[in-house]
């Protein structure tokens, strides 16, 4: 099924809203179906993340080169350092693997369809973002209480979020698809 144009969403939410877990149970239900995935995920904490300490890649970074690649066993593990900082060029490469969806973690600012994870209220603010397609929330926020122009509205605990975004993914890749078809 692989497209040369991979369906996109970020799942957007601040620290501990379960965007990990939510993605990894959206990765399994899509593995099941024959739908290939890859992720993007915005290191957030500040600083760079870690590289793989007291390894020759590492060394070969700190030496002064702008891109390892690490081949084992038919995994590949890369790292680079100011070569590929923009998201579009990081959705560039994963495109190369010809995933048919690609999951973005956080990103917040960027414009593509986005699932927002809302702890509580002090997360409403996220509602202010573009191309929100859907909230999934924690029971404890006002968000239940506010009149809100998104919709649906999930509950984190309802595995009916997990569906809806299956179908939301299925029908973006079946418009791709036909989109493909009629150029």
């Known amino acids: 099924m692989a497209l040369v144009n991979p369906v996109i969403i970020q799942i957007v939410g601040f620290q501990n809203s379960g965007k990990t877990t939510f993605i ?17 995920k915005h290191h957030g904490h500040g600083g760079k993340p870690d590289l793989l300490a007291e390894k ?11 891109a390892t690649l690490v081949e084992g066993d038919g995994r590949l593990i890369l790292q680079c350092e100011n070569n590929l900082n ?13 995933p048919d969806v690609i999951l973005i973690e956080g990103h917040k600012q960027k414009d593509y369809p986005k699932l927002v994870m809302i702890r509580n ?7 202010q973002l573009t191309n929100i397609k859907a909230v999934i929330c924690w029971e404890d926020t006002e968000i239940y209480k506010t009149d809100i122009s998104v919709t649906p509205l999930f509950s984190i605990h309802d595995e009916a979020v ?9 029908t973006s890749i079946s418009e791709n698809i036909r989109k493909q078809k009629n150029r």
């Open 24 to 40: 990894s149970k959206i990765i399994q239900k899509l593995k099941e179906q024959g739908i290939k995935s890859a992720t993007i």
């Open 56 to 66: 020759d890649s590492e060394k070969h970074i700190a030496a002064g080169a702008i």
């Open 86 to 98: 923009e998201l579009d060029h990081q959705i560039a490469l994963l495109s190369f693997f010809q």
């Open 121 to 127: 209220n002090h997360d409403l603010p996220l509602l």
């Open 162 to 170: 997990i569906n809806w975004t299956i179908d939301f993914l299925q």
